[in-house]
């Protein structure tokens, strides 16, 4: 079996900007909400797309939520994170440094990257795939 890091890489490299790419989801909060309002409209939703088996829900409300938390002053974050488990902070910071790096078509080409793999990846894997 792979390593954890040849299943990302294979993974996000099988496919091309021809392959067939469905539409992306839309942020789920509004702009003019409060951090803490969109941290959580984005946390239920990504919980939701878990709960249903939506795998490219997932990944996209991981996304947002990652990018969320990415964008959002210190004192802000401190504040949202307490919302979450650290298995969502840390799988969402990464999905959104890996699709903002590979780009976020691939998020709706990819079949077998999953919260769980991205979360299990090592410290150093994960930084090869950003970097």
């Not at 909400?33 to 969109?38: I, P």
């Not at 949202?80 to 440094?97: D, G, H």
């Not at 976020?104 to 990846?121: E, N």
Request: some cysteine.
């Amino acid at each position: 079996m792979a390593n954890l890091y040849e299943t990302v890489i294979t993974e996000l490299s099988s496919y091309n900007n021809n392959d067939q790419i469905s539409s992306p989801i839309n942020v789920p909060y509004e702009p003019l909400q409060d951090y803490q309002a969109q941290t959580a409209v984005t946390y239920q939703c990504l919980l939701q797309s878990n709960r249903t088996g939506n795998q490219k829900a997932l990944l996209w409300h991981a996304y947002y939520l990652g990018e969320l938390l990415e964008m959002m002053p210190p004192e802000q974050r401190a504040l949202c994170v307490k919302q979450l488990t650290r298995y969502y902070v840390t799988s969402a910071v990464r999905i959104y440094y890996i699709f903002r790096k590979w780009g976020t078509t691939k998020i709706s080409q990819t079949k077998k990257l999953k919260l769980p793999v991205i979360y299990k990846l090592k410290v150093k894997d994960y930084r090869r795939v950003v970097n």
